[in-house]
Each structure stands twice: as C-alpha cells, then as structure tokens.
C-alpha cells in the first residue's frame, strides 16, 4: 500500500517504517496514526519481513501528536483519538516479529510514546525525548503515563512528565530509556545490524521471547513462569528447536524455518 505520510522500505527482511512529514517534524495527525497501523497490520502479515525498524525523516523522530488538530478536540473526540492511537501502538507493542525504534531526533510527546512502544530503542546522539503534555495542559494519551514508568521507574518518569523537561540521548541512555547511543550517520547501520543478529535465531523463539516479556511485566511473576514454561514445551515440539541444537552439536550455522 502507498502512504502519504510514511515511507516503508524492504531489505534483507528488514522492513524500514520512516515517518515522513519533514515540514512538521514528522508530528502525528490522524492520518499518520492511521497509516502507521496498516503498516504495521500489512509487515506482520507479510512472510517475508522478518523485523522492523522505524524512525523518522529529517531532524525529528517524531515532535508529538499534531497540535494542530489537537486544539480542536472535544471531550469524545479527544478520547476517542487516544484510544484510536493507543490501539495503533499497541501493534507495535504486541508484534511478533521484533520491532526496534531507531530515534534520528526529536522525540516528544506521541514520538516518545511510539518510541517506547517499540521493543527497544537505539539513539543517535542527536535524539532528543520528553513528554512535554503538562506544557499543553493535557496529559500523555498515547501510552506516557504507563510506559514510562514501566521502562524507568516510577520516580524518574514522575519527574518527566511533570516537569515536561527534553533530555538528550545521553541522559536518555542514563535513565535506560534507550539501549545505546551511536553517532548520527551510524544509526540506521548500527540497528540494522543489532536487528540481524536478531533475525539470524529461531523466529518463533524470539516471538515468544517477545510475548513472555510483553505479558509477563503485566502479571505476577508465578504466572510469568508458567507462560515461560508453556513456551518452553510447545518450542520443544518445533523443528527449529531440532535445527538449532543439530546446528550447535554439528558446528554448524542454524537454518531456522519458522516452523
Ligand atoms: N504538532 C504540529 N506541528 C508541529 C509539532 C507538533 N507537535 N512540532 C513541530 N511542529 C511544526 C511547527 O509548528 C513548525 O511548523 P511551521 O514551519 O509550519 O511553523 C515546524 O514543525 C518546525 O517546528 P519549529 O517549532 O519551528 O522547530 P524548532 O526547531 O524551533 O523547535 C521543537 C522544535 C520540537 C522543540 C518544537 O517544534 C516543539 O516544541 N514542538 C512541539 C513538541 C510537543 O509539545 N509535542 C507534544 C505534542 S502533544
């Protein structure tokens, strides 16, 4: 499908989400929000996308939600537009096939939002973050206030939200709000590496890596271990699990087939 507001690139399995309105730092209206859940509706559908990335054209990542359609909003249309993106998010979140945040610049509001929905987050040193709502006399809606706290800790991301304060990537990576800082032109390279080294192990492994994770920092942890050991035993039943151990045994190079 063809978007007006993203561009989405193929490559080696990778598929590349750039969000793509340079003029208004890549903020998020409606339609954007829209476009980025058929994106990822249609990469995790398609077999030949193994993981994505997404980042943002120009000098932002993505500067927040759009102000403009913002300042219109009414009590149900501003509710229904957090649920609608929320939603959107959430298949980012929930995605089986790894999904990494590459942070070019600018990445507020919504942008810090998206970004902590993805699986992880890797930094140029040029990224900035922030949740700068309270500034707008609105709260975060697209996820801030439940995330952050969830990535940070409470006191941290408390102190982020309240304040509506930017920080650098340095701080960013300081407060584990991203995994790794790298310079401008090395970060599309370096997380499409990081990303390969993902995509080179058994794909059903790390999709159940991904959901153990996902529902377990929402359960207690006596539940986690029982997801964790029913993952365990239905791996047990693959051929990947057969290949890859074979692989180890034989000195060899997995061939996973997802199967
Ligand atoms: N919504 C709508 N438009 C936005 C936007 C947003 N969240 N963020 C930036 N833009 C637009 C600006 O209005 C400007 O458009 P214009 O050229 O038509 O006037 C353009 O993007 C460039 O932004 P500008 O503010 O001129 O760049 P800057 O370098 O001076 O400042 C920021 C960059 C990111 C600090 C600043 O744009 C900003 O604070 N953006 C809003 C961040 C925010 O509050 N996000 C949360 C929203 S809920």
């Known amino acids: 499908m063809a978007f007006r ?4 690139e193929h490559a080696d399995r990778i598929a590349t989400i750039t969000v793509n309105r340079p003029d208004k730092l890549n903020a998020l209206n409606g339609e954007t929000i829209t476009e980025l859940g058929q994106a990822m509706d249609e ?50 979140e929930t995605s089986p096939k790894p999904v990494i945040a590459a942070v070019n610049g600018f990445a507020l509001g919504g942008g ?37 706290p969830r990535l940070i800790g409470r006191g941290r991301a408390m102190q982020l939200l309240l304040t509506g304060d930017m920080i650098d990537a340095a701080e960013a990576y300081r407060l584990g709000l991203v995994n790794s800082v790298v310079p401008a032109d090395e970060l599309m390279t370096s997380t499409r590496a990081i990303l390969g080294r993902i995509l080179a192990n058994g794909p059903l492994a790390v999709s159940y890596c991904i959901e153990a994770v996902n529902r377990g920092m929402e359960s207690t942890l006596e539940d986690g271990l029982r997801l964790e050991a029913g993952f365990f035993g239905i791996l047990a039943a693959t051929s990947d699990m057969g290949e890859g151990m074979t692989a180890f045994l034989e000195k060899r190079t997995p061939v996973f087939t997802g199967r």
């Open 5 to 8: 507001n993203l561009t989405v």
């Open 112 to 148: 810090c939002e998206l970004a902590m929905a993805c699986h992880f987050r890797i930094a140029s040193e040029s990224a900035k973050f922030g949740q700068p709502e309270v500034k707008l006399g609105i709260v975060p809606g697209y996820g801030g206030t439940q995330r952050l």
């Open 43 to 92: 990469l995790r559908a398609d077999d030949a996308v193994g993981g994505v990335i997404l980042t943002g054209a120009g000098r932002a990542f993505v500067a927040g939600a759009d102000i403009g359609e913002l300042q219109s909003q009414d009590v149900l249309g501003a509710r229904a537009r957090s649920t609608a993106g929320q939603d959107v998010f959430r298949r980012f």
